[in-house]
């Protein structure tokens, strides 16, 4: 199994970046995919998630409104959109895969992930 992502980088603040996750060694189109992302000396924070069956997403309120979740199954790639990027948003970012998603944003429900992309946001 493998998630890797890509398209990390620095950006100035008001850019944009669009994050992408290539997954290999599972049937993707039956997991849900996620983004989650961890800045230094902080949690490890949920931000995106995208379900299996029907496409519908959700959001973290930090993020609500300016990022963008989509998945093409025939790639077996989930994206990030990120808009309006603010130096909060500074974080190595992470996609994840699960079968059954119990917890939203819960790091332990995922069963796959990517090694991190790292984001910069300059101000």
């Known amino acids: 199994v493998h998630l890797v992502e890509s398209g990390g980088g620095l950006v100035q603040a008001g850019g944009s970046l669009r994050l992408s996750c290539a997954a290999s060694?599972?049937?993707?189109?039956?997991?849900?995919l996620a983004w989650f992302r961890q800045a230094p000396g902080k949690e490890r924070e949920g931000i995106s998630c995208?379900?299996?069956?029907?496409?519908?997403?959700w959001y973290a309120d930090s993020v609500k409104g300016r990022f963008t979740i989509s998945r093409d199954n025939a790639k077996n790639t989930v994206y990030l959109q990120m808009n309006r990027l603010k130096p909060e948003d500074t974080a190595v970012y992470y996609c994840?895969?699960?079968?059954?998603?119990?917890?939203?944003?819960?790091?332990?429900?995922?069963?796959?992930w990517g090694p991190g992309t790292q984001v910069t946001v300059s101000s």
């Open positions: 060694g599972f049937t993707f189109d039956d997991y849900a």
């Open positions: 995208i379900a299996a069956n029907d496409d519908s997403t």
């Open positions: 994840a895969a699960a079968s059954v998603v119990r917890g939203l944003w819960v790091p332990e429900v995922y069963d796959y």
